[in-house]
């Protein structure tokens, strides 16, 4: 059984601040070094863990460009964007970010797996869902990556612990 972490792009790997004083275009079109290095490095710590992508980004880049912005040792963790769900067939939600992510561990055969979400909005996920939430200013910070850390050890615990039932 694999853990999955839905990762949203902007307020996260491209905080606000990135933008303060900021006119040029080259900025636009990177992840923030300090906030991908914390994530990154939380990743690192557990190789089971993958990637799906649950981002406006979707919209603008195929998922090689956005596979791309990471580092070699991770980018093949990146398994793919949450597709659009379709709005005449769906019901209508403000927990829409929830739905695309069930939608897409279905479609990956993966719906009994394990899943966080890193958003800069609480609003898209029901209360029920582990959402850790980004200062959208700030970004992946020290505190996610603290947050995030606690509770894949916290998970990795109680799997053992059921393994060893």
Known sequence: MAMWVFLDIDGVLVPEKKFENSI?????????????????????????????????????????V???????????????????????????????????VIEFLRLHNASADSWLAIDDSRDYYPPHTHVIVTDSYNGFDLRAASDLKQYLSELKKDNLALCLL
């Open 66 to 100: 956005v596979r791309n912005f990471f580092s070699p040792t991770i980018v093949n963790r990146v398994v793919g964007f949450t597709p659009l769900l379709d709005t005449e067939t769906t019901e209508p939600s403000q927990y829409f970010r929830y739905q695309e």
């Open 24 to 64: 040029h275009t080259e900025y636009f079109l990177k992840f923030d070094p300090v906030c991908l290095q914390l994530f990154e490095d939380v990743l690192q710590q557990y190789p089971d863990l993958r990637v799906g992508i649950s981002s406006s980004w979707r919209d603008l880049f195929p998922l090689e």
